[in-house]
């Protein structure tokens, strides 16, 4: 035993066997107050036994055929890892056809006369004694049927018949397991290994199925070419038939193996320390799961509890142990055991009865400091038994505090979720129970919050100027600012170029690579506040200079005193190309793990050309080297040649270690792995450990592979664990890891928030109160509150409609909410529910609540109609929105004469049921402007407003039109005429405002010219219209008007037509070198003539026209009629659809040769209309014929097409 702790240790360095320890071993510590005992630790010395002698006939099979070669390891402790090689000591090729078993026997699905050879070794590897142990090299030859033909042909006649028979295929047949079911047993949370290998020929493919369900995606894993099905971290969930089928191209065979899952042992709920003063009363519980079911047995100190001292406050019920009226002799250790076959849990909880007074532990006069507007936490830590009650107070002589402005926590804590400048102060903790009481002070300031009042701004700056960024700020007078400016998030370079003033940060001689992102960040003792803004460099103007450039790549590397942990690399530079190398950065690549990825490694100054690198172990090393100047980065080296390090314990630990549970009763525990050279060595795993924190539980662990995920099952619903994850490898430990805090799974709140009440703000807002739920109903991490409302129906109509339910979410622990955007006059339901991590709580009781009226919305329309000489009839309708019962409507008008000025405004109130009325005693031909608005009692609405003219005298030169109803208003209108002009037409766009069906026309002439209008009918309505035959470079003016509305157009526009482009197509008809080529082709055609002609004539047959028929020559292929091009040649752009929204070119010319549905061919379209910048909008119901061309518009380059027809 080490002295003062319970640690035994066993040596058997000095001497001594270890078979003389094996056996089971456990502590038990005692003293006064019970005794506690651990579990069962078992020691067993690790064995690694000798090969048993056999003797080994060598293998002789035949081509084609399926072999087994059988390795029959010694039984060792712990069992050995099992492999195949040669006498090289090379590991044997696997594949589908060749492969090894669970059982570590070779198997051949079919062998090939390859796989013959005479040392097949088994290798044993015994871990833990570090040894490996070698069977006999067996010995495969492989008969092919060439070889045994030629072995039968050499001893039979000539007339014999003879030959082995061909190497066959055969269908599938399963090696192992054997015939057609079997059973496996397995652990739950223990990997499950299924294996099937198949003889036959094709080699058999394997595939996996489970019978009435799926594989478990995430944790199915297969392995060995498929032959192994591996299923991890298995469940009762797991249990069933799995089927493997092995298939060739001649049949199929299967096996199906049925899973059991058993489980050992694993808490539902352990045991905890209770502590109880005397009289009170409590329970011990423990519930553990297992398959199958454990027993639950109970001790007190050690000993079985129906042998231990009788307490008489204490009764054992099943797995849990009541206690009444406790005394202070019932303090003691209690341990329960669950156990079943397959092993066991053991659980100790020490009962302390104690009577103690209250103690308050946090420090006096504490100085806490908050931001305003932010939490303040105000720590009271006590202890006492029984369990004292907390009470707070503010000031010396102040009263208890209460309210939804406090939150009191269990373990005392005083919350102020919003404290602001007013709760600075000092407040009075008080802790009591039966046996006495004590108070404890704090003090509470609450500072203003820091501000950037002035934030740095965007800046674009040319090379080599000077700029400044600025950051003014403002902050609580008591706290000491710090002010930090990054780059691109990180720290400024080190360069003198960079100056920091109080408030500013200027560069000068700014070059490229201080273009990025600039952040100021203000930090005082209580908070933080930045703000960035982005710098470009641009160019400065162009200068003559030396041409700079990017340095040649190093050369020359050399590797030089190789030790594990580090070598030298040296290299010689490239050229600098006319600027300094500033730095040379060195990369590796790790050829073992990572081959063909480049890693940083270092930099050093451009002046060294050495360096001393540091190496991780278990790394195939190769380094390069690339040189940086002002201007960029070289090429990288060469790399240099390798250098293999040692492996070694591993260095480190996995990081950003999280304890995050996804279902109430689970811990999913997880990592990030060790990248490949950080393992130091192979066989990398992870020791997993966990124990629920503030409970003495010890640490759970276990030793998973190379993955990054573990789930602990059966915990409590939202508990806090202490977990910590270590690597190891073959060598050993990295080093002790640190530990971090997670949370088992969450699960729904309990209870809904209670006391809602509702304050309407005006007829738009509502404020809701609510009180917050205690946090251990929250069960997880409290989100925030959720608040539901709807609207139930409008107090002014009395009718309900389809019910949208609206939804607010406020985070945090706040008690309060607005509700903007209410509809006034209106009745609402809502409801509160607590939000956590996994999902929403109850909903509290619905509460109802009303809005006030509010204004109204506009009039939902106001008609003129019926105009007489003095009158004018008015038609109107109710708001849509009336928000209220509405009191009266409001009408003014006033006249406006004909240089639109306003008369006198006349305003005339009228009651709200009316729809109509009738204005009298009016000017005659005048216009009058209307504006009529609703009321409630709160107040006036919007309005709305129309103008009106009522009609002249019998005496004027216009009278109303035959039939005119209605009052010709301040519309019809004609506005916004925009004009898109090409070279020989134009796009004319207009918008209307008036009676519907109207008949439009355009008129137009060239500009400056006496010359009368020309006037152009619009076919229909449409508000577009193609002006055609315009000369070039011509300036028009233009108008619309409408038929039948005498002096009703709109303002003339003057537009000017593209200039005429001069044809950039060159005529090769009299080019030089067209015309002999043509020449050239007229002879050979004279000659082909004359020799057919000549040939005729001498009897011999030489169809030509067939034969010019059936072999038509593009080069004298007649001309289309529709189109003039030769042959079978089209050009595909000529059929393309015009784009939607295509825009005229920048020379404002239309190539009608460019597309077959020019916006000249659908102009006047039925369905066709422009938008105002005239381009084409809508679609066309047809195409028109095209319209002749009208010259050679064309200023791209001439085609061959082009350059044929102008010949011809």
């Given at each position: 035993?080490?002295?003062?702790?319970?640690?035994?240790?066993?040596?058997?360095?000095?001497?001594?066997?270890?078979?003389?320890?094996?056996?089971?071993?456990?502590?038990?510590?005692?003293?006064?107050?019970?005794?506690?005992?651990?579990?069962?630790?078992?020691?067993?010395?690790?064995?690694?036994?000798?090969?048993?002698?056999?003797?080994?006939?060598?293998?002789?099979?035949?081509?084609?055929?399926?072999?087994?070669?059988?390795?029959?390891?010694?039984?060792?402790?712990?069992?050995?890892?099992?492999?195949?090689?040669?006498?090289?000591?090379?590991?044997l090729?696997?594949?589908?056809?060749?492969?090894?078993?669970?059982n570590?026997?070779?198997?051949?699905?079919?062998?090939?006369?390859?796989?013959?050879?005479?040392?097949?070794?088994?290798?044993?590897?015994?871990?833990?004694?570090?040894?490996?142990?070698?069977?006999?090299?067996?010995?495969?030859?492989?008969?092919?049927?060439d070889?045994?033909?030629?072995?039968?042909?050499?001893?039979?006649?000539?007339?014999?018949?003879?030959?082995?028979?061909?190497?066959?295929?055969?269908?599938?047949i399963?090696?192992?397991?054997?015939?057609?079911?079997?059973?496996?047993?397995?652990?739950?949370?223990?990997?499950?290994?299924?294996?099937?290998?198949a003889?036959?020929?094709?080699?058999?493919?394997?595939?996996?199925?489970?019978?009435?369900?799926?594989?478990?995606?995430?944790?199915?894993?297969?392995?060995?070419?498929?032959?192994?099905?591996?299923?991890?971290?298995?469940?009762?969930?797991?249990?069933?038939?799995?089927?493997?089928?092995?298939?060739?191209?001649?049949?199929?065979?299967?096996?199906?193996?049925?899973?059991?899952?058993?489980?050992?042992?694993?808490?539902?709920?352990?045991?905890?320390?209770?502590?109880?003063?005397?009289?009170?009363?409590?329970?011990?519980?423990?519930r553990?799961?297992?398959?199958?079911?454990?027993?639950?047995s109970?001790?007190?100190?050690?000993?079985?509890?129906?042998?231990?001292?009788?307490?008489?406050?204490?009764?054992?019920?099943?797995?849990?142990?009541?206690?009444s009226?406790?005394?202070?002799?019932?303090?003691?250790v209690?341990?329960?055991?669950?156990?079943?076959?397959?092993?066991?849990?053991?659980?100790?909880?020490?009962?302390?009865?104690?009577?103690?007074?209250?103690?308050?532990?946090?420090?006096?006069?504490?100085?806490?400091?908050?931001?305003?507007?932010?939490?303040?936490?105000?720590?009271?830590?006590?202890?006492?038994?029984?369990?004292?009650?907390?009470?707070?107070?503010k000031?010396?002589?102040?009263s208890?505090?209460?309210?939804?402005?406090?939150?009191?926590?269990?373990?005392?804590?005083?919350?102020?979720?919003v404290a602001?400048?007013?709760?600075?102060?000092?407040?009075t903790?008080?802790a009591?129970?039966?046996?006495?009481?004590?108070?404890?002070?704090?003090?509470?300031?609450?500072?203003?919050?820091?501000?950037?009042?002035?934030?740095?701004?965007?800046?674009?700056?040319?090379?080599?100027?000077?700029?400044?960024?600025?950051?003014?700020?403002?902050?609580?007078?008591?706290?000491?600012?710090?002010?930090?400016?990054l780059?691109?998030?990180?720290?400024?370079?080190?360069?003198?170029?960079?100056?920091?003033?109080?408030?500013?940060?200027?560069?000068?001689?700014?070059?490229?690579?201080?273009?990025?992102?600039?952040?100021?960040i203000?930090?005082?003792?209580?908070?933080?506040?930045?703000?960035?803004?982005?710098?470009t460099?641009?160019?400065?103007?162009?200068?003559?200079?030396?041409?700079?450039?990017?340095?040649?790549?190093?050369?020359?590397?050399?590797?030089?005193?190789?030790?594990?942990r580090?070598?030298?690399?040296?290299?010689?530079?490239?050229?600098?190309?006319?600027?300094?190398?500033?730095?040379?950065?060195?990369?590796?690549?790790?050829?073992?793990?990572?081959?063909?990825?480049?890693?940083?490694?270092?930099?050093?100054?451009?002046?060294?050309?050495t360096?001393?690198?540091k190496?991780?172990?278990?790394?195939?090393?190769?380094?390069?080297?690339?040189?940086?100047?002002?201007?960029?980065?070289?090429?990288?080296?060469?790399?240099?040649?390798?250098?293999?390090?040692?492996?070694?314990?591993?260095?480190?630990?996995?990081?950003?270690?999280?304890?995050?549970?996804?279902?109430?009763?689970?811990?999913?525990?997880?990592?990030?792995?060790?990248?490949?050279?950080?393992?130091?060595?192979p066989?990398?795993?992870?020791?997993?450990?966990?124990?629920?924190?503030?409970?003495?539980?010890?640490?759970t662990?276990?030793?998973?592979?190379?993955?990054?995920?573990?789930?602990?099952?059966?915990?409590?619903?939202?508990?806090?664990?202490?977990?910590?994850?270590?690597?190891?490898?073959?060598?050993?430990?990295?080093?002790?890891?640190?530990?971090?805090?997670?949370?088992?799974?969450?699960?729904l709140?309990?209870?809904?928030?209670?006391?809602?009440?509702?304050?309407?703000?005006?007829s738009?807002?509502?404020?809701?109160?609510?009180?917050?739920?205690?946090?251990?109903?929250?069960?997880?991490?409290?989100?925030?509150?959720?608040?539901?409302?709807?609207?139930?129906?409008?107090?002014s109509?009395?009718?309900?409609?389809?019910?949208?339910?609206?939804?607010?979410?406020?985070?945090?622990?706040?008690?309060?909410?607005?509700?903007?955007?209410?509809?006034?006059y209106?009745?609402?339901?809502?409801?509160?529910?607590?939000?956590?991590?996994?999902?929403?709580g109850?909903?509290?009781?619905?509460?109802?609540?009303?809005?006030?009226?509010?204004?109204?919305?506009?009039?939902?329309?106001?008609k003129?109609?019926?105009?007489?000489?003095?009158?004018?009839?008015?038609e109107?309708?109710?708001?849509?929105?009336?928000?209220?019962?509405?009191?009266?409507?409001?009408?003014?008008?006033?006249?406006?004469?004909?240089?639109?000025?306003?008369?006198?405004?006349?305003?005339?109130?009228?009651?709200?049921?009316?729809?109509?009325?009738?204005?009298?005693?009016?000017?005659?031909?005048?216009?009058?402007?209307?504006?009529f608005?609703?009321?409630?009692?709160?107040?006036?609405?919007s309005?709305?407003?129309?103008?009106?003219?009522?009609?002249?005298?019998?005496?004027?030169?216009?009278?109303p039109?035959?039939?005119?109803?209605?009052?010709?208003?301040?519309?019809?209108?004609?506005?916004?005429?925009?004009?898109?002009?090409?070279?020989?037409?134009?796009?004319?766009?207009?918008?209307?405002?008036?009676?519907?069906?109207?008949n439009?026309?355009?008129?137009?002439?060239?500009?400056?010219?006496?010359?009368?209008?020309?006037?152009?009918?619009?076919?229909?309505?449409?508000?577009?219209?193609?002006?055609?035959?315009?000369?070039?470079?011509?300036?028009?003016?233009?108008?619309?008007?409408?038929?039948?509305?005498?002096?009703?157009?709109?303002?003339?526009?003057?537009?000017?037509?593209?200039?005429?482009?001069?044809?950039?197509?060159?005529?090769?008809?009299?080019?030089?070198?067209?015309?002999?080529?043509?020449?050239?082709?007229?002879?050979?055609i004279?000659?082909?003539?004359?020799?057919?002609?000549?040939?005729?004539?001498?009897?011999?047959?030489?169809?030509?026209?067939?034969?010019?028929?059936?072999?038509?020559?593009?080069?004298?292929?007649?001309?289309?009629?529709?189109?003039?091009?030769?042959?079978?040649?089209?050009?595909?752009?000529?059929?393309?659809?015009?784009?939607?929204?295509?825009r005229?070119?920048?020379?404002?010319?239309?190539?009608?040769?460019?597309?077959?549905?020019s916006?000249?061919?659908?102009?006047?379209?039925?369905?066709?209309?422009?938008?105002?910048?005239?381009?084409?909008?809508?679609?066309?119901?047809?195409?028109?014929?095209?319209?002749?061309?009208?010259?050679?518009?064309?200023?791209?380059?001439?085609?061959?097409?082009?350059?044929?027809?102008?010949?011809?």
């Amino acid at each position: 035993m080490k002295p003062n702790s319970g640690t035994l240790v066993i040596n058997i360095m000095n001497g001594g066997k270890a078979e003389a320890y094996e056996g089971v071993y456990q502590c038990t510590a005692r003293n006064e107050r019970g005794a506690a005992i651990s579990n069962n630790i078992v020691i067993r010395p690790s064995r690694s036994p000798l090969w048993t002698k056999e003797k080994l006939e060598p293998n002789q099979v035949r081509e084609g055929d399926s072999l087994v070669l059988h390795c029959r390891p010694p039984v060792g402790l712990p069992p050995p890892i099992i492999f195949w090689m040669d006498n090289a000591f090379q590991r044997l090729p696997q594949s589908e056809r060749v492969s090894q078993g669970l059982n570590g026997d070779l198997y051949f699905s079919n062998v090939q006369p390859e796989d013959t050879r005479e040392d097949y070794i088994c290798y044993a590897r015994f871990n833990h004694t570090q040894t490996i142990q070698q069977k006999q090299p067996i010995s495969v030859k492989v008969f092919s049927m060439d070889s045994l033909n030629d072995t039968i042909a050499a001893n039979l006649s000539d007339t014999d018949i003879y030959g082995a028979k061909p190497v066959t295929e055969r269908q599938p047949i399963l090696l192992t397991p054997t015939g057609s079911t079997s059973t496996k047993v397995e652990l739950r949370g223990n990997v499950l290994l299924l294996e099937c290998i198949a003889a036959g020929l094709p080699t058999p493919v394997i595939r996996w199925i489970k019978e009435g369900g799926e594989l478990p995606v995430n944790r199915t894993f297969f392995e060995n070419f498929k032959k192994t099905l591996k299923i991890i971290d298995v469940s009762e969930a797991d249990s069933g038939n799995y089927k493997c089928i092995a298939r060739n191209m001649l049949g199929s065979v299967h096996h199906v193996i049925s899973v059991t899952v058993k489980a050992a042992p694993y808490w539902i709920t352990a045991p905890r320390n209770l502590v109880l003063s005397p009289g009170e009363d409590g329970t011990l519980i423990c519930r553990a799961n297992g398959n199958p079911k454990p027993n639950i047995s109970w001790f007190a100190n050690g000993v079985p509890i129906a042998i231990a001292p009788e307490d008489p406050s204490r009764k054992v019920d099943g797995d849990t142990i009541i206690f009444s009226h406790v005394q202070e002799r019932s303090s003691a250790v209690y341990q329960c055991n669950a156990s079943n076959e397959y092993g066991y849990l053991l659980a100790n909880a020490f009962v302390n009865v104690l009577a103690e007074p209250p103690r308050v532990l946090t420090p006096a006069n504490k100085l806490y400091q908050v931001i305003a507007d932010s939490p303040a936490l105000l720590d009271c830590a006590y202890f006492g038994s029984p369990k004292p009650e907390i009470e707070w107070f503010k000031g010396v002589k102040g009263s208890i505090l209460r309210g939804n402005e406090y939150v009191f926590h269990d373990n005392g804590t005083l919350e102020i979720p919003v404290a602001q400048k007013d709760s600075t102060g000092t407040y009075t903790c008080v802790a009591r129970n039966e046996l006495g009481k004590v108070q404890n002070e704090v003090r509470l300031e609450v500072k203003d919050p820091t501000m950037i009042i002035k934030q740095p701004e965007y800046k674009v700056i040319q090379r080599y100027g000077q700029v400044s960024f600025e950051c003014i700020i403002k902050h609580d007078s008591t706290l000491l600012p710090t002010v930090i400016w990054l780059k691109d998030n990180d720290e400024l370079p080190d360069d003198e170029r960079f100056l920091v003033g109080k408030d500013n940060l200027t560069i000068v001689n700014v070059t490229d690579k201080d273009d990025g992102t600039y952040t100021c960040i203000v930090n005082t003792t209580l908070d933080s506040v930045s703000a960035s803004a982005v710098l470009t460099v641009v160019a400065a103007p162009p200068t003559p200079a030396i041409i700079y450039a990017r340095p040649n790549p190093p050369f020359d590397l050399e590797l030089t005193g190789q030790l594990e942990r580090s070598v030298e690399l040296s290299w010689i530079p490239g050229d600098e190309n006319n600027s300094p190398i500033k730095n040379f950065v060195i990369e590796y690549e790790d050829g073992l793990h990572e081959p063909g990825v480049w890693h940083y490694q270092t930099e050093v100054p451009g002046t060294q050309t050495t360096v001393q690198l540091k190496l991780s172990p278990y790394v195939n090393y190769s380094f390069r080297v690339i040189a940086v100047n002002e201007i960029g980065r070289s090429q990288p080296s060469e790399p240099s040649e390798q250098y293999l390090t040692k492996s070694a314990n591993p260095d480190e630990n996995p990081s950003n270690v999280q304890g995050i549970g996804s279902e109430p009763d689970n811990l999913v525990i997880t990592w990030e792995s060790l990248k490949g050279f950080q393992s130091n060595g192979p066989g990398l795993q992870y020791k997993v450990s966990w124990r629920q924190k503030d409970v003495d539980d010890e640490w759970t662990s276990v030793i998973v592979a190379n993955v990054s995920k573990y789930i602990v099952s059966g915990t409590p619903t939202f508990v806090p664990y202490e977990i910590k994850v270590q690597a190891l490898n073959d060598l050993g430990y990295a080093p002790e890891p640190s530990e971090v805090i997670g949370h088992s799974g969450e699960d729904l709140p309990m209870v809904a928030p209670g006391n809602v009440q509702v304050h309407v703000i005006n007829s738009t807002l509502a404020k809701v109160h609510w009180d917050p739920v205690p946090l251990k109903t929250v069960r997880g991490h409290l989100q925030g509150y959720k608040v539901y409302y709807w609207k139930v129906q409008s107090l002014s109509r009395r009718s309900r409609r389809h019910v949208e339910k609206k939804i607010l979410t406020f985070r945090g622990n706040k008690t309060f909410g607005m509700l903007p955007g209410l509809e006034p006059y209106s009745s609402y339901k809502l409801n509160v529910r607590v939000v956590n991590g996994k999902g929403e709580g109850p909903a509290s009781p619905d509460k109802v609540f009303k809005t006030p009226e509010g204004v109204p919305s506009s009039p939902s329309f106001l008609k003129i109609t019926n105009p007489t000489l003095d009158s004018l009839t008015l038609e109107w309708g109710s708001p849509t929105h009336p928000n209220g019962v509405l009191t009266s409507y409001i009408l003014k008008f006033q006249p406006i004469n004909n240089t639109h000025e306003l008369g006198p405004l006349v305003e005339i109130r009228i009651p709200a049921n009316e729809s109509s009325l009738i204005l009298k005693n009016l000017n005659y031909s005048t216009r009058y402007k209307f504006y009529f608005n609703a009321q409630t009692s709160v107040g006036s609405g919007s309005q709305i407003t129309e103008e009106a003219v009522t009609i002249m005298d019998e005496a004027g030169i216009l009278r109303p039109a035959v039939g005119a109803g209605k009052v010709q208003p301040l519309y019809p209108r004609i506005r916004n005429v925009t004009t898109a002009a090409a070279e020989t037409y134009a796009n004319i766009s207009w918008e209307y405002e008036g009676p519907d069906h109207a008949n439009f026309y355009v008129e137009y002439g060239v500009a400056g010219s006496k010359e009368d209008w020309k006037k152009e009918i619009v076919n229909g309505s449409r508000s577009f219209f193609v002006l055609k035959g315009l000369t070039p470079g011509t300036a028009y003016k233009v108008r619309v008007g409408a038929e039948g509305l005498s002096g009703f157009r709109s303002s003339e526009d003057v537009f000017e037509t593209g200039p005429a482009m001069a044809s950039r197509q060159i005529d090769i008809a009299t080019q030089g070198w067209f015309i002999g080529l043509m020449c050239a082709v007229a002879l050979l055609i004279l000659i082909l003539l004359i020799v057919c002609f000549i040939r005729r004539n001498k009897g011999g047959k030489y169809p030509v026209k067939e034969k010019e028929d059936a072999h038509a020559d593009p080069e004298i292929q007649p001309m289309k009629e529709d189109d003039g091009t030769f042959g079978e040649y089209s050009d595909a752009e000529d059929h393309k659809p015009l784009k939607k929204g295509s825009r005229t070119p920048s020379d404002r010319t239309v190539k009608k040769e460019d597309s077959d549905d020019s916006l000249v061919d659908y102009g006047e379209g039925v369905n066709g209309q422009f938008n105002e910048d005239g381009s084409f909008i809508g679609q066309y119901s047809g195409k028109k014929e095209k319209e002749p061309a009208e010259g050679n518009e064309s200023s791209e380059a001439p085609s061959p097409v082009n350059a044929m027809n102008s010949f011809v």
